[in-house]
């Protein structure tokens, strides 16, 4: 049952995505994987997230919306001060800024930091650390939990994804205890379920 919160969380944070639906200029994802990771997280109840490379806030907005609906929280990671601000201010406007808590720093020693434990994580900064943030972080996801990370392509697949992006996917899909597929209807996420 929703409450009168809950929709009007709805409608400002759809008002917010929709005005700034073609004003994302920072590497953000298309709205397509915003939804992806949205779906993935209210599918599977997922309450602790964490993303790794917030830059002006697109995807933390999908991720932090769905955190509304589970009664979960966000903790998001950005090195650049001004992108930092600028997502402070769009978690603001689109009335999400209470499910989200975004730090300043370099990602490479706040996630050997970060405690977690986390359900839900995803990978969005340096591609050539994705294979050490997936180190870092795989003693903190728990089991049932997703690794999801951005801008990877299937191996095979004749559209290349970057570089370090593909290294990772070589990776995590060698790892026994790790079911991982890659969704390319966006820029590829690689989906990795912990067994
Ligand atoms: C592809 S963008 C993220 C886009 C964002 N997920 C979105 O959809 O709006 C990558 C971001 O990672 C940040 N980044 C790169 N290296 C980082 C590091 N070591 N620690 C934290 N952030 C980093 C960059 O400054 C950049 O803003």
Redesign the pocket.
Known sequence: QKTAKDIDLDSKVKTFLKENNNS?R????PASD?QLLYDIIVEKGYTKAL??????????IWIAWALSKTGGKLTT????ES?HKEALANFREAGLSEYIDARL????E?VNELKGPFDFV?S???KD?YTNYFIAVDPKLESGGCFTA?NVRPLESSRRGMAGAQEYLKYVQGLDNYTTTVDGSGSGLAISYKN
């Open positions: 994302w920072d590497m953000n994802v915003g993303e790794i490379g917030t830059s002006t806030g697109h995807s933390s990671i950005e090195i650049d992108r720093a370099d990602a490479h706040l995803f969005d900064a340096d650390w951005h």
